[in-house]
């Protein structure tokens, strides 16, 4: 049981780029989550899905697309990068939504430049 | 603004020292989530506080709600080295669906 998996572990990007950021969970978990985390800040959602085909908007979703088309994956799409990205991003799950633990990936550091 | 204050920011304790760790939300919370974060590394869960006045304790980490549930503490009894890392609260502020909103956490380095 690898739990929540995410690849890559690091990237750097040029500016205008795009890059696909890869979640992958084998718990069964109805519900994943897609958070980025600044230096000294704490993690911000970016988009989240409640189950497979259903995705929905978080507090930064800006320059970002998700979609859902399976149970255990839930990808990031970076679609132009740019530097105000740079960021660690986590991909986390939970069985549902209410009142339950969410289960974290060991993060990917993107850096673009 | 935010909407989840930790404090302190960071804390240097010697080996074998209790610690504490606040976190003081401005609105009531339906849950309250204790993670740990190590450096470079994803978030460990170590707790979770439903209830006003709910209290847990895992080894040596005990975490508290208070009554209004506004505010969580995360106490540490005899700190090891092992106990580093970065604290973060998370909030479930809508009670609907487990969008967490996280303190900036609390960076806890421990000394010999």
């Known amino acids: 049981n690898a739990g929540v998996t995410q690849t890559p572990k690091f990237r750097i990007l040029k500016i205008g780029q795009s890059m696909t950021l890869q979640c992958t969970q084998d718990m069964n978990h109805n519900y994943m989550y897609w958070y980025r985390q600044d230096p000294g800040m704490g993690l911000k959602l970016i988009y989240y899905?409640?189950?497979?085909?259903?995705?929905d908007k978080g507090e930064v979703p800006n320059g970002y697309n998700v979609s859902r088309s399976t149970t255990e994956d839930f990808p990031l799409r970076l679609e132009l990068a740019a530097p105000s990205q740079t960021s660690v991003y986590f991909c986390?799950?939970?069985?549902?939504?209410?009142?339950?633990?969410?289960?974290f990936g060991p993060g990917t550091r993107l850096t673009v430049l | 603004s935010q909407e989840l204050e930790q404090s302190p920011q960071s804390l240097i304790v010697q080996e074998g020292k209790n610690l504490t760790i606040n976190c003081t939300s401005s609105k009531t919370l339906y849950g309250l989530y204790w993670y740990k974060q190590k450096y470079g590394e994803g978030l460990i869960f170590l707790m979770m506080l439903q209830k006003g006045g709910e209290e847990k304790s895992h080894e040596k980490i005990t975490a508290k709600l208070d009554e209004k549930k506004q505010q969580s503490s995360l106490h540490i009894t005899a700190s090891q080295p092992s106990h580093a890392g970065i604290y973060l609260c998370?909030?479930?502020?809508?009670?609907?669906?487990?969008?967490?909103?996280f303190g900036t956490g609390t960076r806890l380095q421990v000394t010999l």
């Open positions: 998370g909030a479930d502020k809508s009670g609907t669906a487990s969008k967490l909103t």
């Open positions: 899905s409640v189950g497979a085909g259903i995705t």
């Open positions: 986390a799950s939970s069985q549902s939504g209410q009142l339950n633990e969410q289960f």
